[in-house]
């Protein structure tokens, strides 16, 4: 079984829908991360936690929202979604007790909003 | 302001042969990490390698190396005797470590694919 799972794995959606991508792992890791990657680009941060009762913003986390709801799950919404929001959302962990605190990444979920 | 830069946007290579991927940095953080992570044509992202700032010794891993020159700022991936399934998107990526404002964040470059022909 892989160690980091996304549901669901692919969404269309409508614009202005709620929608809610989750993520869990049994890596037995602290910190978790979410992601996106717009087509033919590199990785950018909309949220992470380094515990459950941590929740920081990203570089681009206007229009999103999450919730830390176990150690093992992580959870993103888009309030209200829009067509730019369209992309492949990889969501990430890693273990603050290894001191190069690399990243890993669940298969991704890609979200098309019509 | 951390930055990656990858300057080449494709590449081929033959079978068999090694590759070089090149990727260069910029930060001002004192210790840092540095990551190769490859993205198939399914999407999934697979870590590869990394090397620490502070690390003696370029880092290896299978078929993978790194060549990390930190006074140029460069920490380019090696991949040797090229398969068929190594064609790929290949990303380089950065972050500051523990104790030097980590924030969790990882950058990442633009990318560089990999076409490996038979």
């Known amino acids: 079984d892989a160690d980091v799972t996304q549901t669901p794995r692919n969404r269309i959606t409508k614009t202005g829908k709620r929608i809610m991508l989750e993520c869990s792992q049994t890596?037995?890791?602290?910190?978790m991360y979410w992601y996106r990657q717009d087509p033919g680009l590199g990785l950018q941060l909309i949220y992470y936690?380094?515990?459950?009762?941590?929740?920081n913003k990203g570089e681009i986390s206007d229009g999103y929202s999450v919730s830390r709801q176990a150690q093992a799950k992580f959870s993103l919404s888009l309030e209200s979604a829009i067509p730019n929001q369209t992309a492949l959302y990889f969501c990430?962990?890693?273990?603050?007790?290894?001191?190069?605190?690399?990243?890993?990444f669940g298969p991704g979920t890609r979200l098309t909003v019509l | 302001a951390q930055k990656i830069t990858q300057t080449q946007p494709g590449m081929f290579v033959q079978e068999k042969e090694a590759v070089t991927l090149d990727c260069t940095y910029d930060?001002?953080?004192?210790?840092?990490?540095l990551f190769w992570y490859k993205q198939p044509s399914s999407g999934e992202m697979i870590f590869l390698i990394y090397?620490?700032?502070?690390?003696?010794q370029n880092a290896t891993e299978g078929r993978y190396s790194l060549n990390f020159q930190k006074a140029r700022k460069s920490a380019n991936l090696v991949i040797s005797a090229s398969q068929l399934g190594d064609s790929a998107m290949y990303f380089c990526?950065?972050?500051?470590?523990?104790?030097?404002?980590?924030?969790?964040?990882?950058?990442f470059g633009q990318g560089t694919t990999l076409q490996v022909k038979p």
């Open positions: 936690s380094f515990d459950v009762k941590d929740i």
């Open positions: 890596k037995g890791h602290d910190r």
């Open positions: 930060t001002s953080d004192p210790s840092y990490g």
């Open positions: 990526a950065m972050r500051g470590l523990h104790g030097s404002g980590n924030t969790g964040k990882l950058i």
């Open positions: 090397q620490g700032s502070y690390d003696q």
């Open positions: 990430a962990t890693s273990d603050s007790r290894d001191r190069t605190d690399t990243q890993y």
